[in-house]
């Protein structure tokens, strides 16, 4: 066996930038982490061949000095911490001091920098690891790292880069995660001498909807909660903007990109109940905690991090977004990021409101005239002001029904434009959510058939009956055995008065049954109460007068989660009058 001994410095870097350096993205993340700690204002990155070739970052950062540009090379030479006092509250995005010298070990770096206050900026060069004495340069202010030709001395490692398209990809995503986290800083990225992205310092609602396009920003919903120590804050999109893929989930915690199982779970416990089937949400969250409350020192890529009270920030960031998403309707709509309009020189040229349209002849005119107040028919020339609330406010977010289309979906009208409700799914959410507050104040409300319902039933869905009777009660369900093979319904939930009560029964049974009791009213509760409200949910084909469907769109502003339906697809949608106009070329 050989003996033991160190290695030299240059190949313990080279062993380092195996877990600091994966691909050229892992050392652009670097870079841009330093301009930033260097309070930076304008930083422009320049890649060629995704990187491979050569990683240029450029910032207006306050330099580096010149008997300090050897250091900044070195490992474990920092600035940013000098004691453990330091590191276990550290608020700055580096501070382990090893980036740059594993860098430096398997590439050809330069670094020129121009601390304030210098004549003229300094340069050193790094070839595998060996710097050379600094010399002078030119350079108006702040750094320039430019790296050169990655694992060209580590022929394994870099045979294992992809192609220049993938990490070019990888990098344009590192790109936007730091972008993101600093709105107020102007970025540029360049890629073969082409503009790729340029980004002027901007408001945070502004350079989310610059980095992650104008539909997410219409889609996402704004908030700002603080407990304690803690502040979360930044756009959650609506479930409806869900997604195949995790491509659009960002979360930052003091500034810092993190990947957290534990906030990742928060997070995905708040949109359970509103997201469809497998599909993921979209989000960009700021997490603010006190920096000696959060270890970020977990893994050299500085990506993890471990909380001293784990259980306290998961329900902080659960509770935060769960109540953003389940706002009601009118309550969303006054959440969403306030974007510039765009620029028009005319104004609308359709009054405020006009719900005079009569689709219906003979209902819709007398329903309207007493709804807003006339002694006369609503005629369908006359303009009628919007009804006041009870507040004083002018305002139904979903507007007033006009008309069912083909028996499936309510039309209304609101100041903006046309609303497409679909009746099943809507009124199935305001049913679950009932169901929900019922059954967390045990006193789900029973309705006794005049006439039990008996039906066949196998010997297992006797046996639920007769051993979660209990349970079943707290549902609002009687079912008395009579026979082996036959059960009888005496009562079931009131709010479900109309549901086939065999049918019903028999889809509860089958829960009951399969995950038991306790698991039923606790763990599979949310999705037991959803198989019983789409039971009584009104069905498809069923005509609906005026003012039962004006009551379905009332009650759907005064729901929670109303937007969307029990299995997160939506329950309505809007279509304004400048969508409109585009689909009838108006005004063209």
Known sequence: MSAIRILPDVLISQIAAGEVVERPASALKEFLENSLDAQATDINVSLQQGGIKQLRVADDGHGIARDELALALARHA??????????????????????????????????????????????????????????????????????????????????????????FGHCEETFKRIALSRPDVAFQLSHNGSVKWRLGSADPAMRIGAVLGEDFADAALQLDEQGGALRLWGLAAKPAYSRLSRDAQYVYVNGRFVRDKLLAHAIRQAYRDVLHHERHPAFVLFLEIDPALVDANVHPTKTEVRFRDGQAVHRFVFHSLHKVLAAPVGVAAAMQPTMPPPQSSQSSPYPAYQPQIPLQAGENQSFYATLFGGSKPVRADTEVAMPERQDGSREYPLGFAIAQLH????????????????????????????????????????????????????????????????????????????????????????????????????????????????????????????????????????????????????????????EQCNHGRPTWFQATMTELDKMFMRGK
């Open 78 to 167: 920092t600035s940013k911490i000098a004691s453990l006092d330091d590191l276990e509250q550290v608020a700055s995005l580096g501070f382990r001091g090893e980036a740059l010298a594993s860098i430096a070990s398997v590439s050809r770096l330069t670094l020129t920098s121009r601390a304030r206050g210098e004549r003229h900026a300094w340069r050193i060069d790094a070839d595998g690891g060996r710097p050379t004495a600094p010399q002078p340069a030119a350079l108006d202010a702040g750094s320039v790292v430019e790296m050169q030709d990655i694992y060209f001395n580590t022929p394994a490692r870099r045979k294992f880069l992809k192609t220049e398209a993938t990490e």
């Open 407 to 562: 028996g499936v979906y309510v039309l209304a009208q609101n100041r903006h434009g046309l609303v497409v409700v679909d009746m099943h799914a809507a009124h199935e959410r305001i049913m679950y959510e009932k169901l929900k507050t019922a059954l967390d104040a045990h006193a789900v409300a029973t309705q006794p058939l005049l006439i039990p319902v008996s039906f066949h039933a196998d010997r297992l869905e006797v046996a639920a009956v007769e051993e979660q009777g209990d349970v079943l009660h707290n549902l609002g369900f009687e079912l008395a055995v009579l026979s082996p093979t036959t059960l009888a319904v005496r009562s079931i939930p009131a709010m479900l008065a109309d549901s086939d009560a065999v049918a019903l029964a028999r889809d509860v049974l089958r829960d009951v049954r399969e995950y038991g009791g306790s698991r039923a009213l606790t763990e599979r509760r949310n999705e037991l109460l959803a198989t019983m409200a789409c039971h009584a949910a009104v069905r498809a084909n069923r005509s609906l007068t005026v003012t039962e469907m004006n009551a379905l769109l009332r009650d759907m502003e005064a729901t929670e989660r109303s």
